[in-house]
């Protein structure tokens, strides 16, 4: 299975400057998705999640356009094609 993680301008930084992540996995949760990004990208990871493993306050996370705080959290599903996006808040004056 593949799945498609999308990582905005604020990620990119500390991603090596990739947009986009293919993870490959069987069918699983975001939270999969997320264990396997850790892995390869450790500074984002640290980014996304806090020391218990929960999306910080101030990212938001889709996967194939829901918002997983209304669809299971980091039980939210993924298959084969889905696609996560990974926003965090942006803030300033």
């Given at each position: 299975m593949s799945v498609t993680v999308l990582l905005p301008g604020p990620l990119r930084?500390?991603?090596?400057g990739l947009g986009a992540l293919h993870v490959a996995l069987d069918d699983g949760?975001?939270?999969d998705?997320?264990?396997e990004l850790a892995a390869r990208l450790?500074?984002?990871?640290?980014?996304v999640r806090?020391?218990?493993g929960a999306l910080?306050?101030?990212v938001n996370a889709f996967v194939d356009?829901?918002?997983?705080?209304?669809s299971g959290g980091l039980a939210t599903a993924v298959r084969h094609g889905s696609v996560v996006h990974l926003l965090p808040s942006v803030a300033g004056g």
């Open positions: 930084e500390d991603a090596g949760t975001l939270s998705v997320l264990d450790p500074l984002v990871e640290r980014r806090d020391e218990r910080r306050r101030h356009g829901e918002d997983v705080r209304w």
